[in-house]
């Protein structure tokens, strides 16, 4: 019983101990360092192998070819560790830290290897020469430490391990002709080591630079994150609270409105006279709701990109042809002549038939509704080359310069004053172009004040391929 009671304990001491390390590990927050500093070494092997490989070839030329080869080899050596370990890391997700540990393991014993061949195959030039200064070690040696500060940055003690190293390694190289020449103070010898000194500083304070600039972008990311999680979340909530709210105003809404027809059409019973206005008044204004929450419920779905386009070849006159005859009745009961003027030949587009009749729908309904009595509204698709234009003009009063923004953008309009003429919920021409640019088309206008204006979209011609490969994704579909 003791003997189970002490087994216990050294279970729960020993799982303690793992969650702790588990903990420790997770705390410090290296995982992703890890994993973006192991990944990267595999990354950077040609970058790195290229400037070495010539440091090669150019100290062959100076020094002895054996030598300098054998400890380039070495370095190259060193790479292939490195690359093999980047690719195992790719394999980890960022979760189990005993994985992680090795990993770090490896990264600590691969930095070692490695920066000890690098200053090998450095310090090897430095001994063979003959004269003071050692430019062309120390600027490769100062290569390196300055790569390690760019590209290490993820890990400061690996950062400061290899470092250390180089930094080593400068030493060695400052002090040899130190010993070997015995100069007095005043001497070059003693400035070059003074140097050394001073590039050693810098590098120092260039790799700080580098991490804490390092460290910096991760805030920012992260801070980045963090406001793009909570303006996704914040249009989800906008998004199901539009759909919501729309979706409990249309069903009483649409209660409403058949009721008042059918007292407006005397179904019930005949309407006194003094009524009609009143209920031909709430009706109107039934109707205007109902297209706001049509259009609210449109202006959700494109923008959480719930639409479903269902793309087809489609020839633009008679998808013009079409939206005209389908407003004939506001164009007549308003007093305007809507003239169509189709294109000579077939305009073929590829497109969604039901939203880019939307679309020319609410240009066409703005036209109308802008227009004074007894005026022409002219419809017209125009062949543009490898581009197809369908375009609305009308005789109203124009757009002010600079109102762009205004015009396409929501809840927005030109005449936001108290008696504007005109009502309307400011979404038409905002839901029109987002369906346009779904379209990869360009919907604009051209306006002149006291002239009026022309609003357009304009396509891609369909071409022959286009058309085909639209009927085929159809067929796909529909089989």
């Not at 390092?214 to 539009?242: D, G, N, P, T, V």
Request: charged letters at 20%; proline letters at 2%; a neutral charge.
């Amino acid at each position: 019983m003791k003997r189970r009671k002490a087994l216990g304990v050294k279970m729960q001491g020993l799982r303690t101990f793992k969650s702790t390390q588990t903990n420790w590990f997770s705390s410090v927050g290296r995982e992703q360092n890890i994993k973006d500093y192991a990944s990267l070494l595999s990354e950077l092997v040609w970058k790195r192998q290229t400037s070495f490989l010539a440091a090669a070839v150019l100290a062959a030329f100076y020094f002895d070819v054996v030598s300098v080869f054998v400890t380039y080899l070495f370095v190259a050596l060193t790479e292939f560790l490195d690359v093999h370990l980047g690719r195992k890391s790719k394999s980890w997700d960022g979760q189990d830290p005993i994985i992680g540990r090795q990993i770090l393991k490896r990264i600590v014993f691969n930095t070692i290897i490695s920066a000890l061949a690098i200053c090998a195959f450095i310090v090897n030039m430095a001994l063979q020469q003959s004269s003071t200064g050692h430019f062309t070690p120390l600027f490769f040696l100062f290569s390196a430490s300055v790569f390690a500060a760019m590209y290490n940055s993820q890990l400061l003690g690996i950062l400061l391990l290899r470092l250390t190293i180089y930094g080593f390694a400068f030493l060695f190289i400052a002090v040899f002709d130190l010993v070997r020449y015995a100069p007095s103070l005043k001497s070059q010898i003693w400035m070059e080591f003074f140097t050394i000194i001073f590039v050693l500083y810098f590098i120092i304070d260039i790799s700080m630079k580098f991490y804490l600039s390092h460290k910096e972008r991760l805030e920012q990311m992260k801070l980045i994150k963090e406001e793009s999680e909570r303006a996704k979340a914040a249009l989800e909530a906008k998004a199901q609270f539009l759909a919501t709210v729309s979706h409990e105003l249309r069903t009483p809404l649409t209660s409403i409105i058949g009721a008042l027809e059918l007292v407006n059409n005397d179904a019930l019973a005949v309407l006194p006279e003094p009524l009609k206005p009143i209920i031909n008044l709430a009706n109107r204004n039934g109707q205007r709701l109902a297209a706001l929450i049509d259009d609210l419920l449109s202006m959700q779905k494109i923008e959480s990109e719930e639409i479903v386009f269902d793309f087809m070849p489609i020839d633009a006159n008679d998808l013009l042809s079409e939206t005209v005859d389908s407003t004939s009745g506001i164009a007549s009961k308003l007093g305007i002549h809507v003239t169509l003027e189709p294109c000579a030949e077939a305009c073929m587009i590829i497109g969604d038939r039901d939203r880019l009749v939307q679309v020319l729908s609410n240009l066409l309904s703005n036209a109308l509704k802008f227009s004074p009595h007894g005026s022409t509204v002219k419809a017209r698709v125009e062949n543009l080359g490898t581009r197809v234009r369908i375009s609305i003009q009308d005789e109203g009063l124009g757009i002010p310069a600079g109102a762009k923004d205004r015009v396409f953008g929501k809840f927005s309009q030109v005449d936001s004053s108290d008696v504007r003429r005109v009502g309307g919920t400011g979404l038409g021409l905002y839901i029109s172009k987002q369906i346009a640019e779904r379209h990869n088309a360009i919907i604009d206008y051209v306006s002149e004040l006291g002239v009026g204006s022309t609003f357009y979209v304009e396509f891609d011609r369909g071409t022959d391929r286009d058309i085909a490969r639209a009927d085929k994704k159809r067929l796909d579909t529909a089989t």
